[in-house]
């Protein structure tokens, strides 16, 4: 053979070779049972997503929640309609490489990121996504390039700066009662329509942090417009990211939401930014993990709520907080509901031992007309004494005190059973009561920063 017509040759094995499609490993789907999918044929790590193929070239993305032998357990992400039984699945990524033995023993190597990786950065703010990163407020395409994985590692807690600094967050009974640091995680526990989303909303529009990032996770659909459109506002939504997966997406949905709400969170606070994290709710995260694991096998242990719930929460949660020393910051607000009102419900008695306070909403004083209606009695912030003076201590000591004092006698002043005289400590609470009804109210328009709280609070006591 000449050098032409060996060229030639060797042209032609290189175009046969460039049309033959590679090699894609992929399995069958052999049952749906519920929300989980069965398959076999592959070979999966727990996280890993996958394709399902269903007829007309389409395609539904599900993600890989356990297995058992040779069979994997798939979650949907999406609606499943139009899946035949053998469907092909096939992974999102090529699986994991054997291990290289060296020296007789295995190489140390960290373990590859195959978590989904999602949009994030500033081209995010104003905007409103669902859990895959999808704009859902008809503003064109994200033009962003930076993404970030759902599955970040934990931060060493020696290296995570102290909470030091207060956050401004604009509602004068948490500015100066329950003083809330940069970098701090609280719950806001509150049974249905006692005001909630309102004064999330005021957070939003009257913080002082760099950054809002809202997680709506497993709300009424209904509810996001109406949150974006008259609770943020347009002041609120220019510097928030709105990250909405409502209670009709699936429950593998509703979890990556708030996990892609907290990775976008992440990612500006690795920036050097402050943020504010406002998670609406953890109750229906929890939920979601509930129907994930009980729909794959586990058992209920508590109220129906599989042990992996109880994992999960600390997951999600210990991501917000503060980063190294000099950096940016994550304050985040968890709503937790209620069931019935009952502070004891396993979600709302896990929360509160995994975050840095609560505050509570009672139906009581809503009902009354007293907005926001925080229960100050119920509501601590663990992280106060830190940040605040001992003079302004000693105010937050004396208001709750008082408060309280008049509030256990409330029917005996209501029926003039008291007798004026009797009680040095009611008296006075009987004459400052008004005023601290008054400072624990507060409108809607109304925006009240540190300064003016803390003057207002000093004036009801007389100092200067």
């Not at 760099?210 to 459109?229: A, M």
């Not at 975050?355 to 009695?377: K, W």
């Not at 925006?447 to 709280?453: G, P």
């Amino acid at each position: 053979m000449n050098p032409a017509e060996l060229s030639q040759f060797l042209t032609d094995c290189r175009a046969h070779v460039a049309a033959v499609q590679p090699w894609v490993q992929a399995g069958r789907l052999t049952r749906i049972n519920g929300l989980v999918m069965e398959a076999s044929g592959l070979k999966l790590p727990l996280g890993s997503g996958c394709r399902i193929q269903i007829p007309g070239d389409g395609t539904i993305e599900a993600e890989v929640v356990g297995f058992a032998g040779d069979r994997l357990y798939m979650m949907p992400t999406e609606d499943v309609y139009g899946i035949s039984p053998g469907a092909l699945v096939f992974p999102l990524e090529p699986p994991p490489a054997v291990p290289v033995i060296g020296h007789s023993v295995f190489e140390k190597r960290r373990a590859p990121d195959r978590a989904k990786h999602l949009p994030v950065g500033d081209a995010l703010l104003g905007r409103v996504v669902d859990g895959n990163g999808r704009p859902l407020d008809s503003l064109g395409p994200l033009t962003t390039k930076d993404t970030r994985s759902l599955a970040s590692r934990p931060l060493n807690p020696l290296l995570r700066e102290p909470i030091r600094h207060s956050m401004d967050v604009g509602i004068r009974a948490i500015n100066a009662l329950l003083t809330v640091g940069r970098g701090q995680r609280l719950g806001l526990f509150a049974g249905s329509g006692v005001g909630k989303s309102v004064l999330l909303g005021m957070m939003a529009r009257y913080t002082e942090a760099d950054v809002i990032v809202v997680g709506l996770i497993g709300e009424r659909g209904r509810e996001v417009k109406e949150f974006i459109e008259d609770n943020l506002g347009e002041e609120g939504r220019a510097r928030s990211v709105v990250v909405a997966a409502p209670a009709d997406v699936s429950p593998l949905m509703r979890m990556q939401g708030a996990s892609y709400a907290t990775a976008i969170a992440e990612h500006f606070r690795d920036q050097g930014r402050h943020v504010l994290l406002i998670m609406d709710s953890l109750t229906r995260y929890a939920m979601a993990q509930r129907e994930i694991a009980l729909a794959i096998g586990e058992p209920p242990v508590t109220r129906g709520y599989p042990p992996s719930v109880f994992a999960r929460l600390p997951q999600l949660v210990e991501r917000a907080g503060n980063g190294a020393a000099g950096g940016g910051s994550i304050t985040a607000f968890y709503t937790v509901l209620v069931e019935g009102d009952d502070q004891q419900d396993p979600i709302a008695d896990a929360a509160r031992a995994i975050l840095d306070g609560h505050i509570v909403l009672n139906r009581q004083l809503a009902d009354a007309g007293h907005y926001p209606a925080i229960d100050i009695e119920q509501s601590i912030s663990r992280v106060m004494t830190n940040l605040i003076d001992p003079q302004h201590l000693e105010m937050v000591r004396q208001f709750k005190q008082l408060y309280s004092r008049y509030q256990r006698a409330r029917d005996l002043i209501a029926v003039g059973a008291y007798a004026p005289g009797s009680d040095a400590l009611l008296d006075r609470a009987i004459a400052l009561y008004p005023l601290l009804e008054a400072f624990l109210q507060q409108a809607i328009t109304e925006h009240a920063d540190v300064s003016s709280s803390l003057a207002r609070l000093k004036n009801i006591f007389g100092v200067v």
